[in-house]
């Protein structure tokens, strides 16, 4: 067992917490980089000041279309990690009930990770709940520097969760700390009010639709509903299915 800290405070509904973030790290020129591929794209969230060597990016909605071409936090990433040097990390949790953890490494993208990707919207009722990519742990602790994570974070990866007493951003939140990553994106679900943790609302950087201010209300009247009736691609495209029972076995 794992200590589990402090979920976040705010929910969406019954469902469960849902948000998504990426983790860059901050260099030369770094932050400048990243503002500028996000208007580019007309990206929707926040920025957030960078701290203890890394830029954190929070998606609005964090499980849904946030950028131009049908980009969910994941897709932005990629698209970020194509012009920042070092690692960079993508996390998403979808209703508490799924995890998807993406890393890319000079661009190069390395691992894959979906809690359950029966979880995606619309997925086909014979997809497994079995996790995937939890073999990725070693590159995750090497990217981060802490090889003696490997073995804590792939079993922790590996496991099924028991939805009823525990969940994803849980199971976040010891990734992070293992990774030496900020907790606070656990967090991250309560914007735009303020987070239990992490930096203040005011700290941040509100863009939509790639631009702040007035413009950028107008930009996400004329865009967010199109982009609320869209869903980013799913995080495993071809998941598992099981066999369907044959007629004779009933």
């Known amino acids: 067992m794992y200590p589990i800290p402090a979920p976040s405070a705010q929910g969406d509904g019954p469902g ?3 948000y998504g973030a990426i983790i860059a790290p901050d260099g030369e020129d770094a932050s400048a980089r990243v503002d500028r ?6 990206f929707s969230g926040w920025i957030a000041p960078p701290a203890d060597g890394v830029i954190v990016v929070v998606g609005d909605p964090g499980d849904g279309v946030v950028a131009d071409d049908r980009r969910g936090i994941i897709e932005v990433a990629g698209q ?13 949790v979808r209703g508490d009930r ?3 953890l993406v890393a890319w490494s000079s661009a190069e993208e390395v691992v894959r990770y979906c809690s359950d990707p029966s979880r995606e919207p619309g997925a086909d ?8 990519g939890a073999e990725g742990a070693g590159v995750l602790a090497d990217l ?4 003696d994570a490997e ?3 792939g079993e922790l990866l590996e496991e099924e969760l028991d939805p009823d007493s525990v969940n994803e951003s849980e199971r976040l939140g010891i990734v992070l700390r293992l990774l030496g990553l900020p907790t606070w994106i656990v967090s991250a679900g309560a914007l735009p009010r303020a987070m239990p943790r992490g930096p203040a609302v005011s700290e941040l950087t509100r863009l939509r639709a790639g631009a702040t201010g007035i413009a950028g209300r107008s930009r996400d009247a004329a865009l967010g509903p199109l982009r609320k009736r869209q869903q980013p691609p799913p995080v495993i495209e071809d998941p598992p299915t099981g066999m369907a029972p044959e007629p004779w076995m009933f």
């Open 37 to 42: 591929v996000l208007r580019d794209i007309r």
């Open 80 to 92: 970020l990690a194509a012009v920042i040097r070092g690692p960079v990390l993508a996390v998403r």
């Open 16 to 18: 469960g917490h849902s």
């Open 144 to 147: 981060w520097h802490r090889p």
């Open 125 to 132: 009722p014979e997809v497994l709940t079995d996790p995937i």
């Open 151 to 153: 073995e804590k974070l």
């Open 98 to 100: 799924q995890l998807a």
